[in-house]
Structure formats: C-alpha cells, structure tokens
C-alpha cells in the first residue's frame, strides 16, 4: 500500500495539518484524473498502443477458455457424477449458465470499455464501503489467481511422453521452468510472446477439434470389432447405461459442476484488456459469442470421444491423464503416447500465456489505484512497454502454489479453491448489474444482458455457494479432505481481505486522526497511477 502524510511542515518529531492548495489531500480532491464513461469512479486509462486484432482477441478467448479443462477435468466430473449421462448433464448446465455469465460481462465491457475485467465491474457497481471491491479484488488478484493448475497439467504431459514415472519434484520444476519462461517473455518481449500465443492457440484449437473427431471415427469408419466397447456387454450410450451408477448427492454435483464452469472460465477473458483492443465494443459483443460456440461444440465432442473410446471405469480413475490414455487406446504407444500428449502440452501452455497476460493486466490497474506496495513501480509498463510488475505480482504466488503443496490430489483442490471465490465475485457482478440499471435507468450501452440471464446467474451462484456444505456419502469430498474444506478456504480468503480493509480504512484512519484520499499521478511515461494519501484536519 502506498500512503503520503498530507503536511504543512515536517520539524522531524511532529505533523501540521494543513487543508489547502498546497496539500496533497486537496490535489486528491481537486484534480482527480477520471474517465467520462465511469461518471469519475475510475481512473482514466494511460495512452496505450492497441496491439490486439479481432482475431488476436478471439484466440485470447478461446485458449483461455480451452485450457486444460477437457484435457483434466472430465476423468474427475465422471468419478463424481457416476455415470455418462449425468456428467454430459452437467456440462450442459454449465454451458448455459456460462453463456449467463459472459452476457453480463458483455454488458459491464460495452458500458466500461477498459481493462480491468472484474475490478472495473465491482468497483462501478459497488462505489460504497469506499476501497472494499478493491481489496477483495486485490486479495483475490493476488493470492487466487493463478495459473499453478494448468502448469501442473502441462508438466504431466510433457513428462508422460518422455518419463515412464515421473517423480514429483520432476513435476514442481517443470511447471515451475514454464511459468518463469512465460512471465520473461510476456515481460520483455510483448509481439512476440502474442505471435506465439497466437499460434498456440490455432494449434489447440486444431488439436481438440481432432480429439472431438475421433469419436465420429470410432462409430462410422472403425470396424465393429475393432472398437474399444466391442467385447462390452452393454453399448455405453444405451438409456439404461447411460444413467447407472448416477450419484445425485448435491455437494459432489456442484463440486462438479465448479470444475465444468472453470472449463469456460475465460469467455470474459477479452474483458481484462479491453484498453488494448482495437474497437473495443465491436470486438467484445462477436467475440465471446464465438469463442462460447466454438467451445461448447468441441467440448461435448470431446467427452463422447472420450466415452467411446475408454471404458468408464478407467475414465473415473484416470485422474488428469485422460486425453493421453485416448490418444494411446486410438493410436497405439508409439504415436498415442508421444506425438499428441506432447501437442495437449503445448496447447496448455498457450493457455498458461493468455491467462498470465491477462491477469498481469489485471494487476497493473490494481497497481494503478495504489492498492500494492511499490505500485509506482508495479504500475509502470517500462522499460518494455509491458506490465512487468503485474506480471511479478501474478507469479510469485503461482510459482508457490506449484512448488508447496504435495502432488496427487492437488491440482482437483486447486480448481475448487479457484472457483469456490470465483462464484462469489460473480453473484456480486450480476447483482451489481441490476444495481447499475436502477441507478442510472437512463444509460443504455451498446448491449444489454437478458434480465432472465442475469437471474439464473444469480439463482445459480447462491445454490453453488451453499452446496459444498451438504455432506456427500461418506462425508467425504472427491479429494479426500473435509467435503467443505475448498469452500471454507476459498471464503476464508475473503474473509481475510475484508478484515484487512476494516482495519486499514476504518479503524486506523479513527486512531489515526486521518482519513485516505486518492491522488492521481502521470508517470513518465503516460501512466496514470493512484496514490492513497493520508490526509490530516480535512473534513
């Protein structure tokens, strides 16, 4: 946190408040830098080059969206839904109720075109408690978003193609070696690193598109006796296969249901650096729809692949290999084991360089309005024309998520911890949304969420927050901790920032004598940063 004493003269040993033209608490008041289209709730933007495309956008999307998801997630939706259809169930419910969600944002990115994603939602919608979206954004930029989870999926790949087993520390160092090459790349060298998020993003997009094929080669080309189901009694797409072992426990179902939203978790991903899009609003209302599309098809795809191909029971316990025991079942060891679980590799790490140059964006704007240490440093995008303090703030924690926690079921926790606080952000968005509307019923962007949207986003963030704490069979959750226990740490998080914000803007300013004003700074170079400065005798 940045602070500034607003003095009249500093003798070494005491403070004279002053309240006039020469304190910083009135330059905070008076020549307060805003952007018109926030009504002065939010900082104006630095003048930026617009690097991004349509087409750069899009991939942006969409290998944010079509990361390791439906490369890892499906074994372990399977394992806990019980059956094929149940879980085709919930990717389905997942599909409609992230399509809820991207129309929000959709609504919040042509009212607010800059970067930001969910800060610039929360604080607009939420200017009062003053500074409380911010922290619990910052709480949440800093300490949950991170991209320790796809690193771990690139790291198991890589290393089934080339080590029969792999040990775990094997595992941390590569992930670990791929996070630090991103961060330096996206830090230093910003046209290349999107060339080559780019054209890792075709190449997922080609890859998953081939595993979607496969199950439409498997029922038209392959002969019957050489499919993988043949010698099965029961065809696994047969009405009374298709529910058997169906587990409706409600806590192992949203626990599920967690990890198919994070599967789309992106499609608002062009909302994190709407200041780098050339036409904003344009590119925001056709490129989401068309990432949503693109995925939703391929993904159901991809499960009927998988369903075909590998019987059931070795879907449920193959853990986050999935994708590789498909490719060695369709083409043998040689090819199957080596050629594309290297390509899955490859295509999680485009996800992993998205996701980071998002996120660092994210982070320079939490900079930017003084809610880090250092932020006139962490805000700056010199000397790369790049925001390296971002970037910083977003692998320290990541790079402590890879290397601290014990392999095995860590990565599923990870997910649910990710996405536990996600739902709470987001029933805080939509309700905000309905807020915005009641408070300026004049304003009319460029495009509007459907009210019902909204509401079943709602509905449906309160039943997944309050489901974790219905107890499973056993009383068990599907990583082997306390059923709750994701939950209970995702909020306790969050608990924490608000904590901190109490004492921070209420019971220290009390204490102080003092209360915290925002100072609009111009760096060097074109950067507009906030200062939080202490202002002393101002009422």
């Known amino acids: ?133 911010s922290t619990l954004i910052a709480v949440q930029a800093v300490l949950l978003s991170f991209t320790a989870s796809n690193c771990i999926i690139f790291a198991k790949y890589t290393l089934f193609v080339f080590t029969a087993e792999p040990t775990d ?29 780019n054209m890792l993003g075709w190449v997922k997009i080609f890859l998953i598109t081939a595993i979607s094929l496969t199950g439409m080669w498997v029922i038209l080309l392959q002969p019957l006796e050489s499919r993988p189901h043949h010698n099965s009694p029961k065809n696994p797409f047969a009405w009374d296969a298709l529910w ?57 795809l991809a499960n009927i692949s998988y369903f075909l191909v590998i019987p059931l029971e070795e879907i449920k316990q193959s853990g986050e290999l999935i994708a590789g025991l498909l490719f060695e079942r369709l083409f043998g060891p040689h090819v199957g084991r080596l050629v594309l679980p290297l390509a899955v590799a490859l295509s999680v790490a485009g996800n992993v360089m998205v ?35 971002g970037l ?29 606080p996600q739902q709470i952000f987001m029933l805080a968005i939509a309700i905000g949304l309905l807020l915005i509307r009641k408070r300026e019923p004049f304003r009319n962007p460029p495009f509007k969420a459907w009210r019902s949207a909204i509401w079943l986003r709602i509905i449906v963030c309160v039943a997944l927050m309050a489901a974790p704490f219905f107890p499973p069979p056993g009383n068990r959750g599907d990583v082997g901790f306390f059923y709750a226990t994701y939950a209970v740490v995702g909020a306790g998080i969050l608990l924490a920032g608000v904590v901190y914000w109490y004492i921070w803007t209420v019971v220290l300013p009390r204490r102080g004598g003092y209360r915290l004003e925002e100072k609009s700074d111009i760096q060097e170079d074109g950067t507009v940063t906030k200062r939080l400065v202490r202002c002393y005798g101002l009422d």
Request: glycine share 8%.
């Open 1 to 133: 946190m940045t602070y500034s004493s607003s003095t009249g003269r500093d003798d070494g040993n005491e403070r004279q408040p002053l309240v006039g033209a020469t304190s910083p608490c009135y330059d905070a008041l008076q020549n307060s830098t805003t952007d018109d289209l926030s009504d002065g709730l939010l900082p104006r933007e630095s003048p930026r080059l617009k690097p991004l495309t349509w087409s750069s956008a899009y991939i942006l999307v969409v290998s944010r969206v079509i990361g390791s998801g439906v490369f890892a997630t499906p074994g372990s939706i399977v394992k806990s839904a019980g059956s094929i259809g149940l879980s085709l169930s919930l990717w389905l419910v997942g599909t409609i109720l992230s399509a809820c969600g991207m129309v929000v944002f959709m609504e919040y990115g042509c009212m607010l075109p800059r970067s930001g994603g969910e800060k610039v939602c929360l604080e607009y919608a939420y200017p009062r408690p003053r500074f409380l979206a």
């Open 169 to 197: 520390y094997q595992h941390k160092m590569l992930a670990a070696g791929l996070l630090t090459v991103i961060t330096i790349m996206h830090g230093c060298f910003l046209k290349t690193g999107i060339f080559i998020q």
């Open 244 to 300: 058997e072992g169906s587990n409706w426990s409600w806590s192992l179902i949203s626990t599920s249901l967690f990890k198919v939203l994070y599967s789309y978790a992106g499609l608002n991903n062009v909302n994190n650096v709407l200041s780098e899009v050339q036409d904003p609003i344009r590119t925001l209302k056709t490129v989401c729809p068309a990432a949503l599309i693109t995925a939703s098809g391929l993904y159901f």
């Open 392 to 420: 910083i703030v977003h692998y320290i924690p990541s790079a402590l998520v890879i290397l601290l926690p014990p392999q095995g079921d860590a990565y599923n926790f990870i997910l649910d911890v990710e996405g536990y």
């Open 355 to 389: 996701v980071t140059f998002a996120l660092a964006r994210v982070n320079q704007e939490i900079a930017r309005q003084g809610f880090l240490p250092c932020s006139h440093l962490l805000s700056s995008s010199r000397p790369f024309n790049t925001p390296l303090g």
